[in-house]
């Protein structure tokens, strides 16, 4: 079973940039799908990103495509979520989870280990 450390949110402003970092504890990080979900105040997790085992494949959500990058290194068990041109509608707290599935999935039924999530607060 995996255990997922998120980190490295806070307060920025409309057009600025942030860099989140999901560490793994546990075994088998190389063996499961990545994940990002975003849960804004009063609003369901959302499908955020998504990156394979290796890290030679990713998905987005069509909100974010274009300006965020998911990135893994399986060396140090992490994942990563570079965030550029930020909006306030990216306002939310972030979690990253762990999939088995064979395929990229986008509902968060297919993810588990989920983190403690960081808070992200764009300003405008």
């Known amino acids: 079973q995996v255990q997922l450390v998120e980190a490295g949110g806070g307060l920025v402003q409309a057009g600025g940039s942030l860099r989140l970092s999901c560490a793994a504890s546990g075994r088998g990080f190389s063996g499961y799908h990545m994940g990002w979900f975003r849960q804004a105040p009063g609003k369901d997790r959302v499908f955020v990103a998504v990156i394979t085992r290796s890290g030679g494949g990713q998905k987005y959500a069509d909100s974010v495509k274009g300006r965020f990058t998911i990135s893994r290194d399986n060396v140090k068990n992490t994942v990563y979520l570079q965030m550029d041109t930020l909006k306030p509608e990216d306002t939310a707290v972030y979690y990253c989870?762990?999939?088995?599935?064979?395929?990229?999935?986008?509902?968060?039924?297919?993810?588990?280990?989920w983190g403690q999530g960081t808070q992200v607060t764009v300003s405008s």
């Open positions: 989870a762990a999939s088995s599935s064979l395929g990229l999935m986008v509902a968060k039924d297919y993810y588990k280990g």
